[in-house]
């Protein structure tokens, strides 16, 4: 969608970022899926060896580049920024190696849009999941990550790690992080806590 277009659009302007590293195999179908449910996306190139960007770009995304490998937390931090300069009302990440479907995004948004929630997560650890495809070794590690971001923010988070979000206006505002890599997926649930950010769980 073009600048113009996204000026005159009526109703809540609704972003993607992805921070994408190396994703060629995967980054096109997640595009393609996304833009069914947004006005606009955004996908950071951290500084990738392969065609992650020109596949981007040529599916008509708006890419940053990164000249350099600079870590998740670094790409997350472009994708907030570019939101807020861009005005957008409720950014969704999602990641690009396709983990993640493009198709929920109209279901994580929903809080927001209803005016329930500041940020929402999408949890691979709902009632009736077992975490999906993640190796055994990494779950148990997310779920330790978790129970100590649970602990620490009394929000009954179920999957702080997951890179599938919504931020409204409100959040993009809040929400700074200074963490170049994983860790600021954590480092932003405890500034939304300390904003008075309202939680959602999505389950996927």
């Not at 955004?42 to 992650?52: M, R």
Request: aromatic fraction near 6%; include cysteine; glycine fraction near 12%.
């Amino acid at each position: 969608m073009t600048t113009e277009k996204l000026q005159t659009k009526t109703g809540p302007l609704v972003f993607v970022g992805i921070p994408a590293f190396n994703v060629e195999e995967s980054i096109a179908k997640v595009v393609v899926n996304a833009k069914k449910h947004c006005d606009e996306i955004v996908v950071c190139d951290d500084g990738s060896s392969d065609d992650t960007g020109e596949i981007a770009r040529k599916l008509g995304c708006r890419v940053i580049r990164h000249p350099k490998n600079r870590g998740y937390g670094s790409a997350i931090r472009s994708l907030l920024d570019a939101a807020r300069e861009s005005g957008a009302d409720i950014l969704v990440t999602i990641d690009g190696d396709g983990q993640h479907n493009s198709k929920e995004i109209s279901g994580l948004v929903a809080p927001i849009m209803k005016g329930e929630a500041d940020v929402v997560i999408g949890t691979r650890f709902g009632p009736n999941s077992d975490g999906g495809n993640i190796p055994s070794t990494r779950r148990l590690g997310i779920k330790a990550i978790t129970w100590l971001v649970d602990s620490l923010t009394d929000q009954q988070i179920t999957d702080a790690q997951s890179g599938f979000r919504a931020y409204n206006k409100r959040a993009l505002e809040a929400l700074h992080p200074g963490e170049q890599g994983m860790g600021a997926s954590t480092e932003i649930l405890f500034g939304a806590r300390t904003n008075g950010l309202r939680f959602w769980r999505f389950r996927l």
